[in-house]
């Protein structure tokens, strides 16, 4: 298999000028299309003409209401895996990386340890990826709070959190690898139910975990994304969950079987893209290892975690656009081997193969269809205006109805149609400049903002033998 993987990679940067060329050619073609379409130019002359001359636009609406109707589908069939009993639960290794993340790291490894899991099952490593700020003497206070139940590593300098993840699997002694991001706090069955799929069903290789925003009460961005959330979670991965295709597994809240990702994590950690170190996209890149290796990737909805998200329009933008490169190069890495017999094809290979070719569709015609928007909206400003508001209105309902079917009120229905808008008008540009960057790997996050004032620190005592600190790179 390792090979196999160096071989994805290979694909996936040969891949990458293609896709760009061919979202090009969409985006001129759709572009010409448009224009040359007069008879859209009224909104009612549009609508008449639909079912005579606009079959290209028939077929992609049928296409999209076919994919729906699988998600509703599959989403509908999700049952979760039952928690084990405290004997038949596996080891484990919980790592949390952190980077400039001061006093938040204290309350993460306190949610942890509040966790209903056997303390001698479970051991608890914090890397601290060369921070600027105090989380070094957080990640000491918490030390000194759970004495030899929590391990310290501090890295001399900042390499990204790929590598401080690496430097935290290779201490591990469990057999299964938990990893929490330093701004997520767990709930206290969450571990329980993130690992008992791996027990209970052989062919699982990995767990994802269900996100839930922390900050929800730090103004309009959180509440939006909390919806937006519930929607990812609740709905899409858990019909990916059926068939064992879950694309992500989240870096705020993940479980791997150990022995499935260990002899591949060298590849992992020095994975590259057109040439450059991936420092981005490590869960992601990781839920492709595991599907490579013919493993199943499930969906867990009781194993909550709640995870801080930025609540100004500058982090979002930048989170997202992380996301967004990340997207790009793991859909190219999933090409290289779905094209392939990965698993065997009654385990729901199909499906990931299907689904796959829907994010390559979405990811290529997709964006090149925001360039014929803009050529509409040109040519008739009001009318065009208008259908994408009604567009902003239908594309809300989703998730506002997947929110008030799991918590009820109408919290899903203040926050889902504004975040339409919202998207539309401020975000949606995010994937195609991401698409455009991919081979970009910053971070875009986590940096120390000018004048930034540090929570106040009480007295840390000298910690014994247990803390660890690296001289050098691991």
């Known amino acids: 298999m390792e090979n196999k993987i160096n071989s994805y990679r290979f694909k996936a940067d040969v891949f990458f000028p293609w896709l760009l060329l061919f979202t090009l050619?969409?985006?001129l073609a759709l572009t010409w299309w448009q224009v040359d379409a007069q008879e859209i130019i009224q909104v009612w002359e549009f609508v008449e003409s639909w079912s005579t001359k606009n079959y290209l636009a028939a077929g992609l609406t049928l296409w999209a209401f076919s994919i729906l109707a699988f998600r509703i589908w599959f989403a509908c069939r999700y049952r979760s895996y039952a928690p084990l009993p405290d004997n038949a639960l596996p080891t484990i290794t919980v790592v949390i990386p952190a980077y400039n993340e001061g006093r938040q790291i204290l309350d993460t490894v306190r949610s942890v340890m509040n966790s209903r899991y056997p303390a001698e099952k479970m051991q608890v490593i914090c890397v601290d990826d060369g921070s600027k700020d105090d989380t070094w003497q957080w990640m000491q206070m918490a030390k000194q709070e759970f004495s030899l139940r929590v391990r310290l590593i501090r890295q001399p300098f900042n390499r990204g959190k790929r590598h401080a993840l690496m430097t935290g699997f290779s201490e591990a002694s469990g057999v299964v690898y938990v990893t929490i991001d330093s701004d997520s706090e767990v709930l206290p069955d969450t571990l329980r139910h993130l690992v008992s799929p791996l027990v209970s069903d052989p062919r699982v290789g990995a767990v994802a975990g269900n996100v839930r925003v922390l900050n929800l009460s730090e103004g309009a961005i959180p509440k939006m994304l909390e919806v937006s959330f519930v929607s990812?979670?609740?709905?899409?991965?858990s019909g990916q969950s059926v068939y064992g295709g879950v694309f992500c597994t989240p870096g705020a809240l993940s479980a791997y079987q150990a022995e499935v990702i260990t002899p591949h994590l060298s590849n992992w950690v020095n994975q590259t893209f057109m040439g450059s170190p991936a420092a981005i996209g490590e869960d992601r890149a990781l839920t492709n290892l595991v599907l490579g290796c013919g493993f199943r990737v499930v969906y867990q909805r009781e194993a909550v975690v709640m995870t801080k998200i930025p609540i100004t329009f500058k982090g979002l933008r930048r989170m997202m656009l992380r996301w967004a490169r990340s997207n790009v190069r793991e859909n190219l890495v999933m090409l290289s081997f779905i094209t392939g017999r990965f698993r065997p094809a009654d385990s729901g290979?199909?499906?990931?193969?299907?689904?796959?070719?829907?994010?390559?569709?979405?990811?290529?015609?997709?964006?090149?269809?925001?360039?014929?928007?803009?050529?509409?909206?040109?040519?008739?400003?009001?009318?065009?205006?208008?259908l994408m508001a009604v567009g902003c209105i239908i594309s809300a309902l989703l998730p506002a109805l997947v929110y008030q079917w799991r918590y009820g009120g109408w919290f899903g229905w203040r926050w889902a149609i504004p975040y339409a808008f919202f998207w539309l008008f401020c975000l949606c540009?995010?994937?195609?400049?991401?698409?455009?960057?991919?081979?970009?790997?910053?971070?875009?996050?986590?940096?120390?903002?000018?004048?930034?004032?540090?929570?106040?620190?009480?007295?840390v005592p000298q910690l014994g033998t247990e803390q660890k600190v690296f001289s050098k790179a691991a």
């Open 232 to 237: 990812a979670f609740d709905f899409l991965r």
């Open 25 to 27: 050619i969409s985006a």
């Open 429 to 459: 540009w995010i994937s195609l400049w991401g698409l455009v960057t991919a081979p970009r790997s910053g971070w875009l996050t986590r940096e120390l903002a000018k004048g930034a004032i540090q929570a106040k620190l009480p007295a």
């Open 349 to 386: 290979s199909g499906w990931v193969r299907l689904f796959s070719a829907t994010q390559l569709f979405r990811m290529t015609m997709g964006e090149a269809t925001k360039f014929a928007l803009v050529a509409q909206l040109y040519l008739a400003f009001v009318p065009t205006l208008m």
